[in-house]
C-alpha cells in the first residue's frame, strides 16, 4: 500500500518567519493531496489540497507544490502567526483510501 | 450545511466494557471512514465504508467492528476495552474517494474521546 512519510515532526518559528513541511509518497497511483490543520481538542480540518495535474497551488499565505516526479509535496506557510500553531498533517489518495503522514507539530513564537 | 456530526462527545468506559460511537457525514457523502488518534501516533485508519460495503480495513484486532447504514449514517463498536483504547476515534466523510471523481475531499469530524479505565 502507499506510505506517506513526512518531516519535521516538529517546527518551531518565529512570528513573521516561513514555516516548511515536508510529505513523500510512494504510491506512483496517487493523485490528490490535501493538508490538515489539527488545533488541540478539534477534528483536523481541510486547509488546502492539489490535484496531480497541478504542480503548485496559493491561497493567501498557504501555498502547497507537488513534485511528481520525485515523489513529494510540500506545505509552505508564510508570514507566521500565533493563530497558525498546530498539528499539520499531509495525505495521500491513490485509489479510494486515504494514507496519512505522522503530523508535524508547529509552534509560533510571538 | 451540517458538518460531519459524532456522537458521544465524550465518554468513559472500564476494561472489559464495550463501546458505540456514532458518525452522520455531510449530506450526500456515502463514503465514512474511521481513524484513531493516540498522542504521537498520528492517524491509523480504522476502516472505510462505502454504501453500507466495508471497502478497507486497517490492521485492528477483530474487537473494532462497524458497520453502515442506508442512510450513510456509521457506527463502530469496540469490545472487550482494553487501557490502550483510549483515545480520539475521529469519522471523516466523502462522496466518493475515487480516482479522477472530483468528490474526494475528506471532512473530518469533531471526535469522539474514549477514556478506558
Known amino acids: 500500500g502507499e506510505n506517506v512519510e513526512q518531516h519535521p515532526s516538529t517546527l518551531s518559528v518565529q512570528e513573521g518567519d516561513s514555516a516548511v513541511i515536508k510529505c513523500t509518497y510512494s504510491?506512483?497511483?496517487?493523485?490528490?493531496f490535501p493538508w490538515y490543520k489539527q488545533e488541540l481538542g478539534k477534528g483536523p480540518q481541510l486547509i488546502i489540497d492539489i490535484r496531480s495535474n497541478v504542480g503548485e497551488k496559493k491561497d493567501q499565505r498557504i501555498a502547497v507544490t507537488l513534485n511528481k516526479t520525485a515523489k513529494h509535496f510540500s506545505l509552505h506557510i508564510t508570514e507566521t502567526q500565533p493563530e497558525d500553531s498546530a498539528v499539520y498533517f499531509c495525505a495521500a489518495l491513490p485509489g479510494n483510501q486515504f494514507y496519512f503522514g505522522t503530523g508535524t507539530s508547529l509552534t509560533v513564537i510571538p | 450545511k451540517a458538518g460531519v456530526t459524532q456522537t458521544p462527545r465524550y465518554l468513559i468506559k472500564t476494561r472489559g466494557q464495550q463501546v458505540t460511537l456514532s458518525c452522520s457525514p455531510i449530506?450526500?457523502?456515502?463514503?465514512v471512514s474511521w481513524y484513531q488518534q493516540t498522542p504521537g501516533q498520528g492517524l491509523q485508519f480504522l476502516f472505510e465504508y462505502f454504501s453500507e460495503t466495508q471497502r478497507n480495513k486497517g490492521n485492528f484486532p477483530g474487537r473494532f467492528s462497524g458497520r453502515q447504514f442506508s442512510n450513510s449514517r456509521s457506527e463502530m463498536n469496540v469490545s472487550t476495552l482494553e487501557l490502550g483504547d483510549s483515545a480520539l476515534y475521529l469519522c471523516?466523510?466523502?462522496?466518493?474517494?475515487?480516482?479522477?471523481?472530483?468528490?474526494?475531499?475528506?471532512?473530518f469530524g469533531a471526535g469522539s474521546r474514549l477514556t478506558v479505565l
Open positions: 471523516a466523510s466523502t462522496r466518493a474517494p475515487n480516482i479522477g471523481s472530483g468528490a474526494n475531499v475528506l471532512t
Open positions: 504510491d506512483s497511483a496517487s493523485n490528490y
Open positions: 449530506s450526500g457523502h456515502r463514503s
